[in-house]
């Protein structure tokens, strides 16, 4: 790797940091979501300077679509989307900040520590195939798997998603004493 | 610079990006907040794979399925985390994790 390439990774690294640190300080949701996604684009950065474009280009789109969607939920859910009215949203702060501190210490103590087999550098092979070739045929069964996994998400992000229909019209446990109806009427009601 | 400092730097880049999501998973209240912490601690998973796999392993295809499953692992918490958040929001109006305590032990 050329010292440029080297450079701009670790560049592309600290940006990451930097606006992971800014999504949990900026008061505005809009901009928490898109130092998310800033982070994410610059990992992405980092896989193409590393010989994964194919892996890159996966991460920068996906990450964009779901940070556009994360964007409509923070401005759904959270109470003070635009950061207009600074609150506090946080709670054992500093016993958070003991947790993260102490795993980012006891990582970077072992990476300094280990003494890495690094591998001869050299002209890497093409790895769009060789993942390509690894997912069709060694690693299929991980292949099916991602694809069931994945369409079970889609049936149950729906349903839990989707509204309760009129078979929980009673509620979860079937205890409410007056069915609640979208629609008033009905025989007796 | 040498490869092994590289290497030693990208993964520290990568502990910095798990430990930062760490804090932001434990300390947010917003369900949504919970989750951007999450998000965050498996993109330093994706730094990690893709050093180790960069310098160690360049010839064989592990680390690269190893990342495929992590991008899996985020798509999968985005869908799940929105529809528990859609579903408890419905049900109870609760937008904050110290309002959904029925598991707490």
Redesign the interface.
């Known amino acids: 790797?050329t010292?440029t390439a080297?450079v701009v990774?670790?560049a592309l690294?600290?940006g990451?940091?930097v606006l992971?640190?800014l999504?949990?300080v900026v008061d505005s949701m809009a901009r928490?979501?898109f130092s998310?996604l800033g982070?994410?684009l610059s990992?992405a950065g980092?896989?193409l300077i590393?010989?994964?474009p194919y892996?890159a280009l996966?991460?920068a789109l996906?990450?964009t679509m779901?940070m556009a969607?994360?964007a409509v939920?923070?401005i759904m859910?959270?109470?003070n989307p635009a950061g207009l009215m600074p609150m506090s949203?946080?709670?054992?702060?500093y016993?958070?900040?003991a947790?993260?501190?102490a795993?980012?210490a006891v990582?970077?103590t072992g990476?300094?520590l280990v003494d890495?087999?690094?591998?001869p550098?050299g002209a890497?092979?093409d790895?769009t195939a060789?993942?390509g070739?690894?997912?069709m045929g060694?690693?299929m069964l991980?292949m099916i798997l991602?694809g069931v996994?994945?369409f079970t998400?889609?049936l149950?992000?729906?349903?839990?998603?989707t509204?309760?229909g009129r078979y929980d019209r009673f509620g979860?446990d079937l205890g409410r004493r007056r069915p609640d109806d979208p629609v008033r009427g009905g025989l007796g009601r | 610079?040498s490869?092994?400092v590289?290497?030693?730097?990208?993964?520290?880049?990568?502990?910095?990006?798990?430990?930062?999501?760490?804090?932001?998973a434990?300390?947010?209240?917003?369900?949504?907040?919970v989750?951007?912490?999450i998000?965050?601690i498996v993109?330093g998973v994706?730094?990690g794979a893709?050093?180790a796999?960069?310098?160690?392993?360049?010839?064989a295809?592990?680390p690269?399925?190893l990342?495929?499953?992590a991008?899996?692992v985020?798509?999968?918490e985005?869908?799940?985390g929105?529809?528990?958040?859609?579903?408890i929001?419905?049900?109870r109006k609760v937008?904050m994790v110290?309002s959904a305590t029925d598991l707490k032990g």
């Open positions: 790797m010292v080297a990774a670790l690294g600290a990451a940091v992971g640190v999504v949990f928490a979501t998310l982070s994410f990992v980092i896989m590393l010989d994964l892996l996966v991460t996906m990450m779901e969607v994360m939920f923070m859910f959270m109470m949203m946080v709670h054992n702060k016993g958070s900040a947790a993260g501190f795993v980012f990582l970077t990476i300094w890495w087999p690094v591998a550098s890497r092979s790895t060789q993942l070739l690894a997912l060694e690693y991980v991602v996994v994945l998400t889609i149950a992000g729906t349903i839990l998603a509204g309760r979860p | 610079m490869d092994v590289l290497l030693q730097l990208l993964l520290t880049v990568a502990a910095a990006l798990v430990g930062v999501g760490v804090y932001g434990l300390s947010q209240q917003s369900i949504v907040m989750m951007m912490g998000e965050l993109n994706l730094v893709v050093s796999w960069y310098f160690l392993t360049p010839e295809p592990d690269q399925i990342i495929v499953l991008l899996v985020m798509a999968v985005m869908v799940m929105f529809a528990a958040t859609l579903a929001y419905r049900a937008d110290d």
